[in-house]
């Protein structure tokens, strides 16, 4: 996956799948009354339509059959509608959001202080969901990485936490130098992965996305440079990741 550079807010309106959850309580009242008032119509409807076919009454068929296009079309465009305002309504939050991250970032003491050049001794922040622990092999992958070049540490949770992870998150998320972000759908619904990327990013911290399908990669960090995993190849996922970092600190 290639950096793509965009300096504007737009976001891709395909990165966004509206479920029923995304409607407000009006939203979501107006569809089902709407589906309900089409299916009962449609329902009837077409039990006309049938006794008028057995009653040989094709003239009522044609009726019957006009009215009940014109009573699924309403249904149709208000769900249509309602679709484009909600679809349209989750693009602004996060454009609001990225914009917001930003200024905080141009604000943060993290960037202005940032020394160029590369580290002799890189700190890496792993964050995933603990679903996919096995899935993306995240032990291996830190053990492995622990003894590249220039990585004085690999950070995942199940081998440093000490407390509960909102201290663990406080105490090592500033401190590190890079993220590394294993994306999936547990990673999207997890709220400490949420907290954990979006710190980073706020703070100006290089976000790594490590992802099996680039579907999974949260859609303000869409843009970023990644890996993809292969599940079979660990040595070459390293090695990838590896080199990721070292292009990322420099």
Request: proline share 4%.
């Amino acid at each position: 996956m290639s950096d793509r550079t965009n300096n504007s807010n737009h976001v891709n309106v395909k990165d966004f799948k509206v479920k029923f959850r995304h409607y407000s309580s009006t939203e979501k009242a107006i569809r089902v009354l709407s589906e309900i008032i089409g299916l009962l119509l449609g329902i009837t409807l077409i039990i006309f339509i049938i006794l008028s076919v057995i009653e040989q009454e094709y003239t009522n068929i044609f009726i019957y059959s006009a009215i009940l296009v014109i009573v699924i079309l309403p249904t149709e465009i208000i769900e249509r509608t309602l679709k484009k305002k909600v679809q349209k309504r989750i693009i602004q939050n996060l454009i609001k959001k990225k914009v917001e991250i930003k200024k905080i970032q141009k604000q943060s003491i993290y960037y202005a202080d940032r020394v160029k050049g590369a580290k002799e001794d890189i700190l890496v922040f792993v964050s995933y969901a603990t679903k996919d622990a096995d899935i993306f092999k995240i032990r291996e992958v830190a053990e492995n990485l622990t003894k590249r070049e220039k990585i004085a540490n690999v950070l995942y949770w199940q081998e440093d936490m000490k407390d509960n992870i909102i201290k663990y998150m406080n105490d090592n998320l500033g401190r590190c130098d890079i993220m590394l972000l294993f994306c999936s759908p547990n990673a999207l619904s997890s709220e400490p992965v949420e907290k954990e990327w979006t710190a980073a990013d706020i703070m100006g911290k290089p976000i790594i996305p490590i992802f099996s399908n680039p579907d999974h990669i949260p859609p303000i960090l869409k843009t970023r440079l990644g890996v993809q995993f292969d599940p079979f190849d660990l040595q070459q996922n390293i090695k990838e990741i590896h080199n990721l970092i070292m292009k990322k600190i420099e």
